[in-house]
């Protein structure tokens, strides 16, 4: 299975042993590149070619005498949604004519190049952190937990909302029937398109300008510059404006909790929401805390830009309050004013810090996002997961298990 991201492409092949009624996954060979295919917006076979290195790993790993019966799929995710339907399609058209032309593998019949919906990439990551944690796996149904997953350029969250009043959730698009195992889930999935990690940075500069703070921190703005109370003080940043203007954002001190407005405002708490209740920018969403019981889990970006400050990343299981969160975000805000003593014994933290002048912003995005944009309350504590018994987390394999439950999933002629 071949995860086409926006940042990057990554490909896993997953070993099952399918002779029990839940699969059961034995082992994984991973693999993974830079940059994305949406960096070759222009290049559709500099996209296709990019995806070399990590099939010829999994040519070297799977038995030759397995190769024309171990299906493939390619499944793009927002980087491509973004890019446009001519330029993506171009990119797909390249990707599914190398894998049929130079590799073996027979290409899934349903959707096996493609860019996926983002309903499909919340519920498929869903799927993966629920069978990882055993709650598929007996004919008895089992309580579920929710998932948050953070990317660059969406966020996804799904969960299986308790009964209230008869109803799960409210009819729409939002609300996504499934069954697995025999039992039925009703379950709840948006994908935020704009509000990844990467395209947030976009939304908080763009609103700086259009919005700029007044100058009450003694810093002297020349022109087509402004004041960004979410980079460290005096850090100078070229920015380039949705409506094409080169500006420079200052750094400024984040007097009064500034940089945490700015981040509230992107999401639009206040927009007419047609369908209560919503979560932010008019979205339908139950309660992500009083409907969920059970654990919330958050992986990607929720776990990357943490686990630095916590454990350490090597601990790929963790857990954080919403309140340590804003403890955290708030203490690599003012990190600046002191050289960031508070980490000094702390390498792998230093490291993140110098690694990039956007931690206190993101951190910040990542805290609203919790708790402003989904009202997250302080007390409650998120699981932080990047792998689970040693598989990652995200849809890859939810997506995989898919596969095996249909039939006829490659084109035969390939293997004849």
Same mark, same amino acid.
């Given at each position: 299975?071949?995860?086409?991201?926006? +940042?990057?492409?990554?490909?896993?092949?997953?070993?099952?042993?399918?002779?029990?009624?839940?699969?059961?996954?034995?082992?994984?060979?991973?693999?993974?590149?830079?940059?994305?295919?949406?960096?070759?917006?222009?290049?559709? !076979?500099?996209?296709?070619?990019?995806?070399?290195?990590?099939?010829?790993? &999994?040519?070297?790993?799977?038995?030759?005498?397995?190769?024309?019966?171990?299906?493939?799929?390619?499944?793009?995710?927002?980087?491509?949604?973004?890019?446009?339907?001519?330029?993506?399609?171009?990119?797909?058209?390249? &990707?599914?004519?190398?894998?049929?032309?130079?590799?073996?593998?027979?290409?899934?019949?349903?959707?096996?190049?493609?860019?996926?919906?983002?309903?499909?990439? #919340?519920?498929?990551?869903?799927?993966?952190?629920?069978?990882?944690?055993?709650?598929?796996?007996?004919?008895?149904?089992?309580?579920?937990?929710?998932?948050?997953?953070?990317?660059?350029?969406?966020?996804?969250?799904?969960?299986?909302?308790?009964?209230?009043?008869?109803?799960?959730?409210?009819?729409?698009?939002?609300?996504?029937? +499934?069954? =697995?195992?025999?039992?039925?889930?009703?379950?709840?999935?948006?994908?935020?398109?704009?509000?990844?990690?990467? +395209?947030?940075?976009?939304?908080?500069?763009?609103?700086?300008?259009?919005?700029?703070?007044?100058?009450?921190?003694?810093?002297?703005?020349?022109? #087509?510059?402004?004041?960004?109370?979410?980079?460290?003080?005096? +850090?100078?940043?070229? =920015?380039?404006? $949705?409506?094409?203007?080169? $500006?420079?954002?200052?750094? $400024?001190?984040?007097?009064?909790?500034?940089?945490?407005?700015?981040? !509230?405002?992107? =999401?639009?708490?206040?927009?007419?929401?047609?369908?209560?209740?919503?979560?932010?920018?008019?979205?339908?969403?139950?309660?992500?805390?009083?409907?969920?019981?059970? /654990? *919330?889990?958050?992986?990607?970006? =929720?776990?990357?830009?943490?686990?630095?400050?916590?454990? #350490?990343?090597?601990?790929?299981?963790?857990?954080?309050? &919403?309140?340590?969160?804003?403890?955290?975000?708030?203490?690599?805000? *003012?990190?600046? !004013?002191?050289?960031?003593?508070?980490?000094?014994?702390?390498?792998?933290?230093?490291?993140?810090?110098?690694?990039?002048?956007?931690?206190?912003?993101?951190?910040?995005? *990542?805290?609203?996002?919790?708790?402003?944009?989904? /009202?997250?309350?302080?007390?409650?504590?998120?699981?932080?997961?990047?792998?689970?018994? #040693?598989?990652?987390?995200?849809?890859? &394999?939810?997506?995989? *298990?898919? $596969?095996?439950?249909?039939?006829?999933?490659?084109?035969?002629?390939?293997?004849?």
């Amino acid at each position: 299975m071949m995860d086409a991201g926006s +940042m990057g492409s990554r490909i896993h092949a997953y070993k099952f042993n399918y002779c029990n009624a839940t699969p059961e996954l034995e082992s994984e060979t991973f693999s993974h590149i830079e940059p994305g295919l949406s960096s070759y917006s222009d290049d559709p !076979e500099g996209a296709a070619k990019s995806l070399d290195k990590l099939l010829d790993t &999994v040519l070297d790993t799977i038995p030759p005498f397995l190769h024309t019966s171990t299906p493939i799929a390619m499944k793009a995710t927002a980087g491509l949604r973004l890019l446009g339907e001519e330029k993506s399609n171009m990119i797909l058209d390249a &990707v599914r004519h190398r894998l049929e032309t130079k590799y073996p593998f027979p290409i899934i019949e349903e959707q096996g190049v493609a860019v996926m919906d983002g309903a499909d990439e #919340g519920v498929f990551a869903w799927v993966t952190v629920n069978y990882l944690l055993d709650r598929f796996n007996s004919l008895e149904k089992k309580p579920t937990v929710a998932i948050l997953d953070l990317g660059g350029a969406s966020t996804q969250v799904v969960f299986e909302p308790e009964i209230v009043d008869g109803h799960t959730s409210a009819q729409g698009t939002h609300r996504y029937p +499934m069954n =697995f195992n025999g039992n039925e889930y009703i379950l709840y999935q948006h994908s935020h398109l704009g509000y990844g990690l990467m +395209m947030a940075r976009v939304q908080i500069n763009n609103y700086v300008v259009d919005n700029p703070i007044s100058n009450q921190h003694g810093v002297q703005l020349g022109e #087509g510059e402004y004041a960004h109370p979410c980079l460290p003080v005096n +850090m100078r940043q070229e =920015f380039l404006t $949705v409506d094409g203007r080169n $500006v420079t954002l200052v750094g $400024v001190s984040d007097q009064g909790g500034q940089c945490r407005g700015v981040v !509230e405002a992107i =999401f639009n708490k206040h927009k007419l929401c047609p369908q209560k209740p919503c979560s932010f920018n008019g979205v339908h969403q139950p309660s992500l805390h009083s409907s969920v019981p059970d /654990d *919330i889990y958050a992986f990607s970006f =929720f776990f990357d830009l943490t686990a630095p400050f916590r454990l #350490g990343a090597a601990i790929q299981a963790q857990e954080m309050t &919403v309140a340590e969160l804003e403890e955290l975000t708030d203490r690599v805000c *003012i990190g600046d !004013e002191n050289n960031f003593e508070d980490f000094h014994d702390s390498a792998e933290a230093m490291k993140e810090i110098r690694k990039s002048s956007d931690l206190c912003m993101d951190l910040s995005y *990542i805290y609203g996002l919790l708790a402003y944009g989904y /009202d997250v309350p302080n007390e409650r504590r998120i699981k932080l997961a990047k792998k689970l018994k #040693g598989y990652e987390t995200g849809w890859c &394999v939810g997506a995989s *298990i898919a $596969v095996l439950e249909e039939r006829d999933w490659f084109n035969t002629a390939k293997i004849l």
